[in-house]
């Protein structure tokens, strides 16, 4: 590694962190706090391009996919939500199957490639419904790609059916599940979540889930909600576990950090926090 191809940070202490990715060594904890401490963004700019060329080249990647939530009735009551509602409470809803599928096809076209899938967490539709759901569009639209179901909603068909995980991941892989999409990782931190989502499974059982998707040959994506209550040593914490199970399944294909959005939200209330700023975002 030549020290010219390092240019003048105005944070010095990136240097040696830059040293570290050029010479394509492992960045650690501290490494990561740093970086989350630093405000030279061109430098950091500079790092995460290097690193991406590294791994990508020229190339980036994207779908079209259209977004289909079933249900928005929830027996959680997680302070970051502005989308769950209890059964009777106004706004509340839930699709038949057929509308649904309805949902699904309207202003499809040969473009869209995936249908993404999330809800609440239902507390009297059976597992069958979430089966039939995926039977369904997979019949009605063979070439669109299934990501459904975070893994806090596998969790939960597993408690009230009694049926362990992985049996609950194949039931669906055999219906035209094709992924899972990465939320309610949140921030694992436990006292974290103990404030903004403790009615949600913790960091052991969401790693669980996706570790045993990626076993029975599902992809899946890792998110990270930045912008709350956590600490920077809470974010880097948090990629440092997803990236302790991608060296043992290399099954997760995308990261994706989320924004808090604060409005309408018992937490946004509690910390008047407002949106992201676009430097944090970058």
């Known amino acids: 590694m030549e020290e010219r191809r390092i240019p003048e940070f105005e944070d010095a202490r990136l240097r040696p962190i830059a040293q570290k990715v050029l010479a394509e060594e492992r960045l650690d904890f501290d490494d990561g706090a740093t970086l989350y401490g630093s405000n030279d963004l061109l430098a950091l700019g500079w790092l995460a391009?290097?690193?991406?060329?590294?791994?990508q080249g020229a190339r980036t990647y994207f779908n079209v996919n259209r977004h289909i939530n079933p249900t928005n009735v929830c027996v959680a009551s997680c302070k970051l939500c502005a989308f769950g509602r209890k059964p009777d409470a106004p706004g509340a809803y839930t699709m038949a199957l057929e509308d649904a599928f309805r949902k699904a096809g309207e202003g499809w076209s040969e473009a869209v490639t995936e249908f993404?899938?999330?809800?609440?967490?239902h507390p009297d539709l059976p597992f069958d419904y979430y089966v039939d759901l995926l039977g369904g569009l997979r019949e009605r639209f063979p070439s669109v790609h299934l990501k459904a179901f975070t893994?806090?909603?596998i969790?939960?068909?597993?408690?009230?059916?009694?049926?362990?995980?992985?049996?609950i991941l194949e039931r669906l892989k055999e219906a035209g599940l094709g992924s899972l999409p990465g939320g309610g990782a949140e921030i694992f931190a436990p006292a974290v979540r103990r404030v903004i989502c403790d009615h949600k499974i913790g960091a052991?059982?969401?790693?669980?889930v996706h570790r045993t998707a990626h076993e029975l040959g599902l992809h899946s994506n890792a998110t990270m909600l930045y912008g709350h209550i956590e600490s920077?040593?809470?974010?880097?914490?948090?990629l440092l576990q997803l990236r302790k199970l991608q060296d043992e399944t290399h099954g997760f294909q995308t990261f994706i950090p989320l924004a808090f959005h604060p409005a309408n939200t018992e937490l946004g209330k509690l910390v008047d926090r407002r949106?992201?700023?676009?430097f944090m975002d970058l």
């Open 275 to 278: 949106e992201t700023t676009g």
């Open 204 to 208: 052991h059982t969401w790693l669980k």
């Open 49 to 55: 391009h290097r690193v991406r060329q590294k791994l």
């Open 151 to 153: 893994a806090v909603e």
């Open 155 to 167: 969790a939960y068909y597993s408690q009230f059916t009694g049926l362990p995980i992985r049996t």
């Open 232 to 238: 920077d040593v809470d974010r880097v914490d948090h």
């Open 116 to 121: 993404h899938i999330v809800g609440g967490l």
